[in-house]
């Protein structure tokens, strides 16, 4: 007989890996944390949306009205003043007073001098210089020259002969027919002399006394490593070991499955909590927005559509807009004043005149009689 929908018995649903020691300690951990949280995310939701208000409401306009202003009281007038009162005088004296006469000064005298002189020096140089080396270098040095390469090389032929005969053939006979066969007598003799003095009792005294004594000696130091390696282990490792193996590693492994269960549900509990106390955030949050709308907001936008919006259109229409066609009509009133008084005081801007065939870019036409 299966029991009702009444009797059933839901089973707790542990995640894998759970067991009592976590359900222990999630839920005052839960608990503790959400009476934490809650009051630190209202505080967090509150300046998040204050910050954001401020920043729409009066931050970004009151910056873009000073931006305007700046522009309008600042910028604009010294730009103005910059280009018609030292822009404009300067580059004028300096065309009429610099640039003009030094072109003219290039193009009529410096260059057609300059080219003159070039030519001139280059031609006595030519003539006293150039032209009276080569000949020397032809006629004087280039023999002068081949006839010492040939002396120096004869005369090194002479004395590298002399210096074989007088410092090298002698040496090389001498160490040859001399030194040489002596010396290897006297090496056979010294190498059979210490072969028999020394070589072959050293050979006696480590075949039949050395090598006993290290063999006896290296038995002796083996027993005693060995004796001294099995009382280090029964007493020291064996004991360290079943410490470690028995006693250290699992009350490490629990503490540490202690300390993981905690961190781990102390941060599953501050995600919860976090969440949680953002919807109670919100819900407050639009509460106070609903209330602060009809309260503040609305009136408000009413007074701005019905009140405001037509006065600023009225200000526009009626004083800004006149202003600034006045102010455009008195610009171009200035500006044509000021090309009046330079025409007057300076004369008309002369007018381009062609280019002819003596002028540097003119059309370059044949004479008649080519033609």
Same mark, same amino acid.
Request: contains cysteine; aromatic residues 8%; glycine residues 10%.
């Given at each position: 007989?299966e029991?009702? %929908?009444?009797?059933?018995?839901? !089973?707790a649903?542990?995640?894998?890996?759970?067991?009592?020691?976590?359900?222990?300690?999630?839920?005052?951990?839960? =608990?503790?944390?959400?009476?934490?949280?809650?009051?630190?995310?209202?505080?967090?939701?509150?300046?998040?949306?204050a910050?954001?208000a401020v920043?729409?409401?009066?931050?970004?306009?009151?910056?873009?009205?000073?931006?305007?202003?700046?522009?309008?009281?600042?910028?604009?007038?010294?730009?103005?003043?910059w280009?018609?009162?030292?822009?404009?005088?300067?580059?004028?004296?300096?065309?009429?007073?610099?640039?003009?006469?030094?072109?003219?000064?290039?193009?009529?005298?410096?260059?057609?001098?300059?080219?003159?002189?070039?030519?001139?020096?280059?031609?006595?140089?030519? @003539?006293?210089? $150039?032209?009276?080396?080569?000949?020397?270098?032809?006629?004087?040095?280039t023999?002068?020259?081949?006839?010492?390469?040939?002396?120096?090389?004869?005369?090194?032929?002479?004395?590298?002969?002399?210096?074989?005969?007088?410092?090298?053939?002698?040496? /090389?006979a001498?160490?040859?027919?001399?030194? +040489? !066969? $002596?010396?290897? %007598?006297?090496?056979?003799?010294?190498?059979?002399?210490?072969?028999?003095?020394?070589?072959?009792?050293? @050979?006696?005294?480590?075949?039949?006394?050395?090598?006993? *004594?290290?063999?006896?000696?290296?038995?002796?130091?083996?027993?005693?490593?060995?004796?001294?390696?099995?009382?280090?282990?029964?007493?020291v /490792?064996?004991?360290?070991?079943?410490?470690?193996?028995?006693?250290?590693?699992?009350?490490?492994?629990?503490?540490?499955?202690?300390?993981?269960?905690v961190?781990?549900?102390? %941060? +599953?509990?501050? %995600?919860?909590?976090?969440?949680?106390?953002?919807?109670?955030?919100?819900? =407050?949050?639009?509460?106070?927005?609903?209330?602060?709308?009809?309260?503040?907001?609305?009136?408000?936008?009413?007074?701005?559509?019905?009140?405001?919006?037509?006065?600023g259109?009225? =200000?526009?229409?009626?004083?800004?807009?006149p202003?600034? @066609? *006045?102010?455009?009509?008195?610009?171009?009133?200035?500006?044509q004043?000021r090309?009046?008084?330079?025409?007057?005081?300076?004369?008309? !801007?002369?007018?381009?005149r062609?280019?002819?065939?003596a002028?540097?870019?003119g059309?370059?036409?044949?004479?008649?009689?080519?033609?």
């Amino acid at each position: 007989m299966e029991p009702t %929908g009444n009797d059933r018995r839901v !089973p707790a649903r542990y995640e894998p890996g759970e067991g009592c020691v976590t359900q222990v300690v999630r839920v005052p951990v839960r =608990i503790v944390v959400l009476v934490l949280v809650v009051p630190v995310r209202l505080v967090w939701d509150a300046l998040t949306a204050a910050g954001r208000a401020v920043d729409r409401s009066v931050l970004r306009p009151l910056g873009r009205g000073l931006a305007r202003l700046w522009r309008t009281l600042v910028v604009v007038p010294v730009a103005w003043a910059w280009r018609t009162l030292v822009v404009l005088p300067l580059g004028w004296t300096w065309r009429t007073l610099v640039a003009a006469p030094l072109g003219w000064l290039w193009r009529a005298v410096l260059a057609p001098a300059g080219r003159g002189t070039g030519r001139a020096v280059a031609w006595l140089v030519r @003539q006293l210089l $150039v032209l009276p080396a080569r000949w020397l270098y032809a006629h004087v040095l280039t023999p002068v020259g081949h006839g010492l390469a040939w002396l120096l090389r004869g005369l090194g032929a002479a004395l590298r002969w002399v210096g074989r005969a007088l410092f090298v053939w002698p040496w /090389v006979a001498l160490w040859r027919y001399v030194m +040489a !066969p $002596v010396g290897r %007598g006297i090496g056979a003799a010294l190498a059979w002399l210490v072969r028999l003095l020394v070589v072959v009792p050293a @050979q006696w005294l480590y075949a039949h006394v050395l090598t006993p *004594a290290g063999r006896g000696l290296a038995r002796l130091v083996r027993g005693l490593g060995a004796a001294l390696a099995t009382l280090v282990r029964w007493l020291v /490792v064996v004991p360290l070991v079943t410490l470690w193996r028995y006693v250290l590693v699992p009350a490490g492994r629990l503490l540490a499955a202690v300390v993981t269960v905690v961190v781990r549900e102390t %941060g +599953a509990a501050l %995600g919860h909590c976090w969440r949680a106390a953002g919807i109670v955030s919100r819900a =407050i949050g639009r509460f106070l927005a609903a209330v602060l709308r009809w309260v503040l907001v609305e009136p408000l936008r009413w007074v701005y559509r019905t009140v405001l919006t037509p006065l600023g259109h009225g =200000i526009r229409d009626g004083i800004w807009r006149p202003v600034r @066609q *006045a102010l455009r009509t008195a610009r171009a009133a200035v500006r044509q004043t000021r090309g009046e008084i330079r025409r007057a005081l300076f004369g008309a !801007p002369a007018e381009p005149r062609p280019a002819t065939a003596a002028e540097p870019g003119g059309n370059r036409e044949p004479p008649a009689h080519v033609l």
